[in-house]
């Protein structure tokens, strides 16, 4: 079993930046590659970014790239994304998950082939 645990959201003005972390506890976190999700209200959870188990590899969903940066520290079990230029578009409850991958090259992976979720963290982009 994995927990994970979201923080670093919050209400920041349009252009503003927020880093948000997720601390994984349980078995390996080298083991498991990690995905940032999104859900806006009466809309579907969407993919924002994933990264490999050794960070390596990451990808972005198409209306993120250029403004967020997907890391992690193995050492300190916790996956980042970093978010510049927030726009109003981009409130949601954000969510990381993991899942057991080995491979270093990352493909955006669904919502469903993720096990373990953590409890989201309300990110608001308002002026």
């Known amino acids: 079993q994995l927990q994970l645990v979201e923080s670093g959201g919050g209400l920041v003005q349009p252009g503003g930046s927020l880093r948000l972390s997720c601390v994984v506890s349980?078995?390996?976190?080298?083991?498991?590659?990690i995905g940032w999700f999104r859900q806006a209200p009466g809309k579907e959870r969407e993919g924002v970014s994933c990264?490999?188990?050794?960070?390596?590899?990451?990808n972005y969903v198409d209306s993120v790239k250029g403004r967020f940066t997907i890391s992690r520290d193995n050492a300190k079990n916790t996956a980042y994304l970093q978010m510049n230029s927030l726009k109003p578009e981009d409130t949601a409850v954000y969510y990381c998950?993991?899942?057991?991958?080995?491979?270093?090259?990352?493909?955006?992976?669904?919502?469903?082939?993720?096990?373990?979720w953590g409890q989201g963290t309300q990110v608001t982009v308002s002026s």
């Open positions: 990264i490999s188990s050794n960070g390596d590899g990451t």
């Open positions: 349980g078995r390996n976190f080298d083991y498991y590659a």
């Open positions: 998950a993991a899942k057991a991958y080995a491979g270093t090259a990352v493909p955006m992976f669904a919502a469903r082939e993720f096990d373990w």
